[in-house]
């Protein structure tokens, strides 16, 4: 009887149809489990693709520019030309009186903007920074490496020619040993 009943609840976990059953968990891969992935799902809309290298390009040349005198100058010429014109322009061809609530917006928006993108290009520049560091970090051990290399070399070098005779000591013993041979000659006559 417990066999039966077994293969009953079986039968009836397979045709069950969907829908029924333990709700799924958010985050939980096939069939409610953790221990698989999650089935990909589409977009109704493609996800745009950029290239973020180019992007980050384009963003460090923006950043340079901000940077400069020359945007400074040309900032402050578009503001006392926006400010100008809208004080003295006839009323017809006013388009943002005095407090300048467009002008603020749209130094907000530039600003909004440029934040992001000098973040951005700081963020490149530490990336390339931290790169060099490393490779002048290598750098310095392969040289340090080398020098020690050279070092023990030298070292090997000096106590090897110590075991080896020079033209000098040579020319000493050469000389006491005519010498040598001529205090014999001297003695034997």
Sequence with gaps: MAGDRDGRDRRRARTRP?????PRRRGA???????????SRRALLPRPHYDPESFGRVSER???FLGTARFL???TGFVAFWIGWNIF???????????FIFLTLMLSLQASYAAPLILLAQNR??????VQFEQDRARGERNISDTEYLTREIAALRLAMNEVATRDFLRSELQQMVKELDGERRARS
Excluded: E, S, T
Aim: charged share 30%.
């Design 89 to 99: 322009a006839p009323a017809p061809l006013k388009f943002d009186p005095y407090p």
């Design 62 to 64: 923006i950043a340079r």
């Design 73 to 75: 100058v040309y900032m």
């Design 18 to 22: 969907r829908g029924r059953g333990p």
């Design 29 to 39: 891969g096939v069939n409610g489990r953790l221990d698989q992935p999650l089935q």
């Design 125 to 130: 520049q530490d990336d390339r920074d931290r």
